[in-house]
């Protein structure tokens, strides 16, 4: 498994500065984020995927393992319009894979018809996902996704094989619905109805194509080792089901730069030693 960190630990800093910092603490991957007022490194429809790929290059990455995208493709065709922006951008910059989740359902949403407009969306992005060759990764982090069946039930769908899962291993231990719309962002954490996070990853191994590997006290991301969840379970079950991808650290970047920067150094730190015990 390769280790990476997401920029959205410095989402209240330009990409250039979140870039630096994050190759300097020893990253050799990097994730950024595309998503919209909550952390616009990237605009998908203005930025150049060319100068952007050679700017990543510049920075000594390796590559970049995802962009970041999330939008609520239950009640949003622009939603649905900027995955697809999202996925032919990221071809064109050489990004594998884009990441986003189903958003929030409506309280007067059945859920059959939810489910049915999610279905008929994602079909339509899958295709575009294959003419791309990128993978379209749905995260545990909607209201259906965010249950012990509802991501399992979303990515079987209809078989695809660009159709996989971004699995975060604290979000569905802490809440049921985090979310971002083309104006703000809302969030439910610390639910009642939190579940296990090894439960949820059981069920979708064989479809992960990428992992947010976090760790939270509450509602807060920390310094990995330092929270609630079994970081060590979840790498114990990626390693057994043969995952190679990368593991990017993640938090919510409230820190300031100083912070940011200490939790991205120990949690890599922790990374690397976990990974080693695992050998």
Request: proline share 2%; with cysteine.
């Amino acid at each position: 498994m390769e280790i990476g960190c997401n920029t959205v630990a410095f989402r209240k800093y330009d990409l250039d500065l979140a870039l630096d910092k994050i190759a300097s603490a020893g990253y050799e991957y990097v994730e950024i984020e595309a998503n919209l007022s909550w952390c616009p490194h990237v605009d998908l429809w203005e930025d150049d995927p060319v100068k952007f790929k050679d700017k990543i290059r510049g920075f000594g990455f390796k590559g970049v393992s995802a962009i970041g995208s999330h939008r609520e493709l239950l009640t949003s065709e622009q939603g649905v319009k900027d995955i697809e922006r999202g996925l032919i951008w990221a071809h064109e910059a050489e990004v594998p894979l884009v990441i986003t989740g189903e958003g929030r359902k409506p309280e007067d949403m059945y859920q059959e018809t939810a489910l049915q407009i999610l279905k008929e969306r994602l079909e339509r992005l899958s295709e575009v996902a294959k003419e791309n060759q990128v993978y379209l990764a749905m995260e545990d982090h909607g209201s259906i996704s965010l249950t012990p069946d509802g991501l399992p039930q979303i990515i079987n769908f209809f078989d695809s094989t660009w159709l996989a899962v971004n699995f975060d291993t604290a979000n569905i231990h802490r809440g049921d619905y985090v979310g971002t719309d083309s104006n703000s962002y809302e969030w439910k954490l610390g639910a009642e109805t939190s579940y296990s996070e090894t439960e949820l990853l059981k069920k979708v191994v064989k479809r992960v194509r990428h992992v947010h590997i976090k760790d939270v006290i509450g509602r807060d991301a920390v310094i990995l080792g330092n929270g609630e969840i079994d970081l060590l379970g979840c790498l114990k079950i990626l390693k057994e089901s043969g995952y190679l991808g990368v593991l990017s650290f993640e938090t919510e970047g409230w820190e300031e730069s100083e912070e940011a920067d200490e939790m991205i150094k120990k949690s890599r730190d922790f990374l690397i030693n976990a990974l080693d015990k695992l050998k």
